[in-house]
């Protein structure tokens, strides 16, 4: 095509269209390039001669299982805080958040974590008591999966819990309005320095505040998972038993205390 066939108004009005689509695709392909592609990132987990049957559960209900699991967690020095749990809730208008909170005890009534009563999950808990937790140990390949409701616990245990925690740890729930917006962190340090001369007296009791205090998860399925090198997990999950549950011993087995389990493919 001609310089002269170019330079009319057409032309040049469709070469202005060709250049403007041909820029935007390229600064959007250029864009995606700049994302960064993590694809590749594996390691290895546990080879087949470490798979997790169903004949190595130490208990047929999941809190004598999780106890094995997380003594053996406890007893891993690379791993500190073998007690944290991802805790996960939803709200009423069904937007989910989560966070790590610290697991503070667990028996078969469930397990038991410490909060501020005016926190985002303390909010979302009171409208939708529905909730998931994750313990993960990577040194050990193994997560264990709670599904479950939350109960407030009574003011006397809390009450008893509070007065355990370390003194400056005891300040700290009493200056913070957990998610609460502030201006600054000398806030906090303001508040917290009042307190500090009020009560770093030895002997000297701090009032458990009003917002502060624990809940239990009371399970309903608890999912125990154990990573294979060849991404063929292992996932044997316990439940409740519900009417019109067929236990074979094949798909699903019973357990003890009202529980049944069953392998997930992963």
């Known amino acids: 095509m001609s310089q002269k066939i170019l330079n009319k108004p057409k032309y040049c009005a469709t070469l202005k269209i060709i250049t403007f689509y041909f820029k935007r695709h390229f600064n959007y392909t250029k864009q995606n390039k700049m994302s960064i ?10 080879d087949k001669n470490e798979t997790f049957l169903e004949k190595h559960l130490v208990s047929k209900e999941p809190f004598g299982q999780f106890k094995a699991w997380f003594e053996e967690a406890c007893s891993r020095k690379e791993i500190l805080e073998p007690n944290a749990m991802c ?11 989560a966070r790590f909170v610290l697991c503070k005890g667990y028996g078969k009534d469930g397990f038991k974590f410490f909060t501020n009563y005016e926190s985002r999950k303390a909010k979302e808990m009171c409208e939708n008591p529905n909730v998931a937790a994750t313990f993960y140990w990577e040194v050990l390949n193994r997560s264990v999966r709670i599904e479950g409701c939350v ?3 009574t003011d006397e245990e809390c009450t008893t819990y509070f007065h355990s925690r370390p003194v400056p740890s005891q300040i700290a729930a009493c200056v913070s309005h957990q998610s609460m917006p502030i201006e600054s962190r000398d806030v906090l340090c303001d508040r917290e320095s009042v307190l500090e001369a009020e009560y770093m007296i030895p002997g000297k009791e701090i009032p458990r505040p009003k ?34 549950d067929t236990i074979d011993g094949k798909l699903l087995h019973e357990g003890e205390d009202g529980w049944v389990y ?4 992963p």
Not at 262 to 265: F, I
């Open 151 to 153: 109960e407030k616990l």
């Open 211 to 244: 917002h502060w205090g624990g809940y239990i998860i009371r399970p309903k399925a608890v999912e125990f998972w154990q990573g294979q090198r060849d991404r063929l997990h292992d996932r044997i999950k316990f439940r409740q038993s519900a009417e019109g």
């Open 262 to 265: 069953e392998r997930l493919s």
């Open 37 to 46: 592609d993590i694809g590749g990132m594996r390691i290895k987990y546990k």
């Open 87 to 97: 805790l996960a809730t939803v709200s009423k208008s069904g937007f989910p958040s």
